[in-house]
């Protein structure tokens, strides 16, 4: 029963810790991510390019040290359950 591997703050511990080093539009992605969103509904949410998309979510993946981009949802997704408390329906974003 010692086996914490399933709850997501300790199977994403390291990774969580790494979010606060995203800017704030990666964040913005970030969540949208984590919302289930695809590159095309990102940019046409955050009225950008897919390229500019494509990019943000590379540099995501670099700053979280993981493989994929279901890798940064399923960090999304327990950064939303442990800071957030729900997952939002609709991620709050702001246009800059």
């Given at each position: 029963?010692?086996?914490?591997?399933?709850?997501?703050?300790?199977?994403?511990?390291?990774?969580l810790?790494?979010?606060?080093?995203?800017?704030?539009?990666?964040?913005?992605?970030?969540?949208?991510?984590?919302?289930?969103?695809?590159?095309?509904?990102?940019?046409?949410?955050?009225?950008?390019?897919?390229?500019?998309v494509?990019?943000?979510?590379?540099?995501?993946?670099?700053?979280?040290?993981?493989?994929?981009?279901?890798?940064?949802?399923?960090?999304?997704?327990?950064h939303?359950?442990?800071?957030?408390?729900?997952?939002?329906?609709?991620?709050?974003?702001?246009?800059?």
């Open positions: 029963m010692g086996d914490d591997a399933g709850v997501p703050a300790v199977r994403w511990q390291i990774e810790a790494r979010v606060g080093s995203l800017s704030e539009r990666e964040t913005q992605v970030f969540g949208l991510l984590g919302a289930g969103y695809s590159n095309r509904g990102i940019a046409a949410r955050l009225h950008v390019t897919e390229r500019t494509k990019a943000h979510v590379a540099a995501i993946l670099a700053k979280l040290e993981v493989e994929s981009r279901l890798q940064v949802g399923l960090v999304a997704q327990a939303q359950l442990m800071y957030e408390g729900t997952v939002p329906d609709q991620p709050t974003v702001t246009d800059n």
